[in-house]
Nanobody
Framework: VQLVESGGGLVQHGGSLRVSCAAS????????MSWFRQAPGKDREFVAG????????YYTDSVKGRFTISRDNAKNTVYLQMNSLKPEDTAVYSC??????????????????WGQGTQVTVSS
């Protein structure tokens, strides 16, 4: 099983970036996918989640209206489009996968697979 993130980098305040997560080794289309992030010195936090079909999405309040999560089950890939980026969005962004469960999408312990992460840095 692999989750490989890409697309991170350095962007200016107000800019945009799209990160991707390519999955392999499991039935991607059956899994709920999420993005988490961890800033230096802070706990990892939930950013966005998407159901297996892509029909429902969830976001943490701080990114609503700026970030969009999507998926392409034919390509086994989940995306996070980030617009109007702020310095406080600077973090390592990781994707995670879980089978559909009753736990809320923020529950880190409910995720089975994790990627290594990609660094996103927003300059002020």
């Amino acid at each position: 099983v692999q989750l490989v993130e890409s697309g991170g980098g350095l962007v200016q305040h107000g800019g945009s970036l799209r990160v991707s997560c390519a999955a392999s080794g499991f039935t991607f289309s059956s899994y709920y996918m999420s993005w988490f992030r961890q800033a230096p010195g802070k706990d990892r936090e939930f950013v966005a989640g998407i159901t297996w079909s892509g029909g429902r999405t969830y976001y943490t309040d701080s990114v609503k209206g700026r970030f969009t999560i999507s998926r392409d089950n034919a390509k086994n890939t989940v995306y996070l489009q980030m617009n109007s980026l702020k310095p406080e969005d600077t973090a390592v962004y990781s994707c995670a996968a879980r089978r559909p469960v009753l736990n809320g999408p923020e529950a880190e312990y409910s995720y089975t697979y994790w990627g290594q992460g990609t660094q996103v840095t927003v300059s002020s």
